[in-house]
């Protein structure tokens, strides 16, 4: 008995001080949103207009999904790499489905949140079965759907204008006269679902599980590889989720963006304190960090600060927040 108490006594510790760090962690990332804000507020009288505050939050929604689905990868001590040129892809898909096909707006919006699930599919296998590093595997599906989204679409938009209700999917709004468009009801509805799914289900509770001791877990009785590539299935449903806002919110399916938004989105839910060996994680965490991405950007641009210095400052400040996660982690382990 006495030594079962030693064991579980170490064991409590360590994780109410991770409790601890992650909180820390928040609150830190929280007062560094507002900090950013009262700068940028005092800097320029233009910051705190209306227009600008719905482009911000407008400009945080299809990154701020992307993260959403980041943040369960990460929390498997995971990463993707992939999740932009996946957007990409569901884009494009999106785009042949309603007007190259004709079919219905909700069955070509089904299809292009079922092609970012199956590449998330596709992903998770190779992990999970092959026994691929993330890092590879995920690389290997940029690329690939990088190319499927050229070929495809024979690298030329595909424009939604002959489908009059498709752009207010992201730029209408469910509330008339507030100006707030839907893009920004989407991205918070999801953040809502992210965090039931990752506090309140037994997939939320493998995916932790995951991260904080892949080994123990299986030796559980757990079946590991199962619960993977469903992580990373449903990862890539939030990537076709913010393939249809961006679709909708260009009115078109561009074949060559999106890549760079996977750092854009990875940096969110570091800075919003998912740590990068997993096992931890919010998602409030990373509501807060693509907030903080997307004021920065914008912040800098109300000051006329150079794209080229722009993107300086923005790698400083994820150079810091992965730095503050080795710190955290090194504190934690004690």
């Known amino acids: 008995m006495e030594m079962q108490k030693a064991v579980v006594l170490p064991v409590e510790e360590k994780k109410k001080k991770m409790v601890n760090a992650n909180a820390l962690q928040q609150v830190l990332a929280f007062a560094s949103l507002i900090v950013l804000i009262l700068i940028f507020a005092i800097s320029s009288s233009n910051f705190f207009q209306f227009d600008n505050i719905i482009g911000i939050l407008l400009s945080t929604a299809v990154t701020g999904i992307l993260a959403l689905g980041a943040t369960m990868i990460i929390v498997t001590s995971g990463i993707d790499l992939s999740c932009g040129t996946v957007l990409t892809l569901s884009s494009v898909m999106t785009g042949v489905f309603a007007v190259n096909l004709g079919l219905p707006v909700w069955v070509a919006v089904l299809g292009g949140i079922l092609t ?13 079965r092959m026994k691929i590093p993330p890092f590879i595997a995920t690389l290997a599906m940029m690329m690939i759907a990088k190319g499927l989204a050229l070929v495809i679409s024979k690298a030329t938009p595909i424009y939604f204008t002959s489908l009059p209700g498709f752009n207010k999917i992201a730029m209408g709004s469910i509330i008339p006269g507030s100006g707030i468009p839907n893009a920004v009801f989407i991205f918070f509805g999801m953040a809502i679902v992210a965090s039931i799914i990752l506090n309140k289900t037994i997939i939320g509770r493998y995916t932790f599980a995951l991260g904080s001791n892949e080994e123990a877990t299986r030796l559980s009785g757990v079946s590991v590889n199962k619960w993977k590539i469903i992580i990373y299935m449903l990862a890539g449903v939030f990537t076709g989720v913010a393939g249809i806002v961006m679709a909708s919110r260009l009115n078109s399916a561009q074949p060559a963006l999106g890549a760079g938004y996977e750092l854009e989105a990875i940096a969110a839910v570091v800075i919003g304190g998912t740590s990068l060996s997993g096992g931890t994680g919010t998602i409030l965490g990373t509501v807060i960090g693509a907030l903080i991405m997307s004021v920065l950007t914008n912040g800098l641009q109300i000051l006329s600060v ?29």
């Open 116 to 128: 970012g699930a199956a590449a998330g599919w596709i992903s998770g296998a190779a992990i999970a």
């Open 306 to 334: 150079p794209q080229e210095w722009q993107t300086v400052v923005v790698g400083l400040v994820i150079l810091l927040a992965v730095y503050a996660d080795v710190l955290r982690n090194k504190k934690s382990a004690k």
